[in-house]
């Protein structure tokens, strides 16, 4: 949806509004804004928790960034699939990702 809302919003944005009268974007483009902007502003504290979590779990460092170490790897294979799938990096897609990093750090 993101994507046809970029290619068509400057065609509508274009059309001559009587006076008066607005356009404004809302809707599931403007709830979709606001769960991405309060999911990337809290997913950083997250994720500190979750390492400090696995620090205490391990009672040292250097096994917990053993087992970090292997998020970016998965963030790899993500970005492998939706490009192979011409799939845009979306809501659900970040989701998906987040899932994966989860069950990545409890099987690591």
Do not use: C, H
């Not at 599931?28 to 502003?41: H, I, M, N, V």
């Not at 845009?88 to 750090?105: C, E, N, R, T, Y």
């Amino acid at each position: 949806a993101s994507t046809l809302q970029k290619r068509l919003q400057p065609q509508i944005e274009a059309i001559q509004m009587p006076p008066g009268y607005s356009l404004e974007w809302g809707g599931e483009y403007e709830s979709s804004g606001d769960a991405q902007e309060s999911l990337f502003t809290t997913m950083p504290m997250g994720y500190l928790f979750m390492f400090l979590i696995t620090v205490f779990l391990f009672n040292s460092i250097k096994e917990p960034l053993i087992v970090w170490l292997t998020v970016p790897l998965a963030l790899i294979g993500v970005t492998t699939g939706l490009l192979a799938l011409n799939t845009p990096f979306g809501f659900m897609a970040l989701l998906g990702f987040l899932s994966l990093s989860g069950m990545v750090l409890k099987n690591g």
